[in-house]
């Protein structure tokens, strides 16, 4: 069972999650029931990952079958960058309950600090980055919202009891210090990109100083863009030698060895994967201590190594250039 971490609202997340990024619509269910039956008890969602109804099919199922009940399990999901001004804000969160079946959520984050045009979820859902996808040249094309108005919206959807939880993903110690100005609520938790290749540690470190808890997404590093062709294998930090000699040593995986480091230094993980045994696998890191010293090595790998960049993929898939982390 997971370790938790205890938020500044008081609540607690499940340090280990399961990422349903890239899961396919007609899978995702029957991923979710066997996340669910295997012990996960935090997933995390999004509108963008077009698949919130499936996952709405696998709780659904978890419950009726009596693994869980629905106060069991932490439920995170994110307002896509379409939603930002203020009036779209409860719509988009009351689509992604329906969807998820849901009467609350535990967590809803703002997915991007980048806001675009919006797209009417009767016109397309999810809407995606691209304003028109028939035009002759596909693009981005945004909109001019500021990050107080939308986190206002926000806070409103706390205070309407719909969430309980409200945070940030991919935003930088700059943007956060400007939040926290204004904020009437806390952001409870920071989700970024985090891995060995990745370690951010003055983000991390920012936030522990401030009490925002901080989730890492694709916290096995290059393996979650190999397939879709923003990583190469031979990226794969679970090929690295400190890794398989601390695997060795503790008679675990490099995966499980790479996920114990990411939880050890305080941060939850969303692993995902669609693999009955490798779920339990992701889960199974709670046995086991790395010492100072290991936690250390594997720290060094660090390579500043970000997969998932809008300031690398936007111009590439979207014809638009959209940097937010320089
Ligand atoms: P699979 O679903 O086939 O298990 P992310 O970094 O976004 O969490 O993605 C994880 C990627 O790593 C997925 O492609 C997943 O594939 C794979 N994966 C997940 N768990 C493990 C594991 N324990 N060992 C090796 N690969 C894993």
Known sequence: MSQKLTLSSGDKLPAVGLGVWKIAPDNVGAVVHSAIESGYRHLDCACDYGNEEGVGDGIQSAIENG?????????????????????????????SLDDLGLEYLDLYLIHFPISLTYIPIEKRYPPGWIFNPDADNPKMEFASVPIQK??????????????????ICNFTTGLMSDLLSYARIRPSVLQVELHPYLTQEKLVRYCQQEKIAVTGFSPLGALSYVPIGMAEKKESVLEEEVVVAIAERTSKTPAQVVLRWGVQRGTAIVPKSSNKERLKENLDIFDFELSDEEMQSISSLNQNRRFNDPGDFGPTAFNTFCPIYD
């Open 150 to 167: 939308t986190w206002q919206a926000m806070e409103e959807l706390v205070d309407s009891g719909l969430v309980k939880n409200i945070g």
């Open 67 to 95: 693994i869980c009940s629905r106060e069991d399990l932490w439920i995170t999901s994110k307002l896509w960058n379409t939603y930002h001004a203020p009036e779209h804000v409860r719509p988009a969160l009351q689509k």
